[in-house]
């Protein structure tokens, strides 16, 4: 393998990968970057992937391939080499005894490597046919329900973000929960999104990967694909294959209240700043605060015997009886940062009722949150 290749477009492909390396993994390999120089192409091509066996990347970049070839070198240690090269045209050069010559101006890099050969077969998936979708909706329904997947591993069906269509109005959901809160947004997306049709799960990870392969500066659509327990997102030349979660997500309609006796709106950020002040003095395992409604005003406060009190007060336009309930004040943090509205609209029921809260914005997001006993 021989080839040359712009410093920027070489990083851009190695920081892309990053977060699927992983030196903790049982197998030492998934911790290389997999290199393979094409010449099939006008100059010629060089494909860097990446797997964890759960999450695979591969990116395709432009080069001047004089030799075609294979070779893995650990991904993070050949990242930091050329994030700190010169910017100029980088020389890559694969020796016979697996080492990875790295040559940028004056620099003068040489690199163990392992054979290509070694590493795991990385899958596949042949699309019959893939749905454009739009990045900044995907995004926003990324955002909106990613934080409430459970990181809990014995509950594995929780532990991704549970994606279907609704029939009745053609839309797709995507839905999350950990059993103490619940994320769901509703978009106009595609109707016709391959695989869906019973609904499948995406693992968190992937959902993360999807998400910074959606920021980057030029995604302008994202493919996506499902088949069997495999899903496939695909923005240019950059292919993401995801292992679907298999198991049954649980009817998360049960949890969504059907009765709401009161309603008020609030200001997210006021609301924000009032819970990180008074979390402060909140028991550091359960994080509870207690939400006392009375006319005119939110009275938000906290008690820890070892450290003390906190309150905090929002002026609300609220006229009706005093209610209390105690939420976990890092769960209404999580989701209303994750919401990104000005304004908030907060129901209720009873004190051992889930709260729910929606975007005034948009009607078709919701976040619940079960309540505490305190």
């Known amino acids: 393998m021989k080839l040359t290749i712009g410093k920027d477009e070489l990083l851009t492909g190695l920081s892309r990968i990053q977060a699927i390396v992983d030196k903790r993994n049982s197998m030492p390999i998934l911790a290389n970057v997999l290199l393979e120089a094409s010449a099939e192409q006008d100059t010629g091509s060089l ?54 010559d790295i040559r940028c101006a004056r620099s003068h890099f040489t690199l163990a490597g392992t054979a290509a050969a070694e590493y795991p077969t990385l899958p596949t998936f042949s699309a019959g046919q893939t ?36 029939p009745e109005t053609e839309k797709i959901r995507m839905v999350a929960t950990d059993g103490h809160r619940l994320a769901l947004v509703d978009r106009t997306l595609a109707t016709d999104l391959t695989g869906l049709s019973s609904g499948v799960i995406i693992p968190r990870k992937g959902l993360a990967e999807l998400k910074r392969l959606i920021d980057e500066d030029d995604t302008t659509e994202i493919q996506l694909a499902f088949e069997g327990n495999t899903g496939l997102a695909r923005a240019g030349n950059v292919t993401l294959i995801m292992r679907l979660i298999e198991g049954e997500f649980p009817n998360y309609n049960q949890v969504i209240p059907k009765e709401m006796e009161l309603q008020v709106l609030l200001s997210t950020d006021d609301l924000i700043h009032a819970l990180r002040r008074v979390v402060l003095l909140s028991n550091e395992r359960s994080r509870a605060v207690r939400f006392e409604l009375l006319a005119g005003r939110l009275t938000i406060s906290s008690s820890n015997p070892d450290l003390g009190d906190a309150r905090d007060e929002l002026d609300i336009d609220y006229a009706g009886k005093p209610f209390s309930v105690g939420l976990n004040a890092r769960y209404l943090l999580d989701t209303l940062t994750s919401l990104r509205t000005k304004e ?27 309540p505490m006993r305190l």
Not at 152 to 165: A, F, M, P, W
Not at 350 to 359: I, T
Request: zero cysteines.
């Open 344 to 370: 908030v609209r907060l129901r209720l029921y009873s004190d051992l009722s889930p709260v729910q809260l929606l975007p005034t914005d948009d009607d078709d997001t919701l976040a619940v949150i079960m």
């Open 131 to 166: 749905v454009a979708v739009q990045p900044m909706t995907l995004a926003t329904m990324i955002e909106r329900t990613m934080y409430a997947a459970s990181a809990d591993e014995t509950r594995y069906n929780l532990n991704g973000v549970y994606i279907e269509v609704l």
């Open 47 to 100: 494909q860097l992937s990446a797997t964890d066996l759960e999450v695979t990347i591969r990116g395709v970049h432009g080069a001047e391939v004089s030799e075609p070839g294979a070779l893995t070198v650990a991904a993070k240690k050949f990242f930091e080499i050329v994030r700190e090269l010169p910017h100029d045209t980088v020389h890559l050069h694969a020796t016979e005894n697996s080492y990875l």
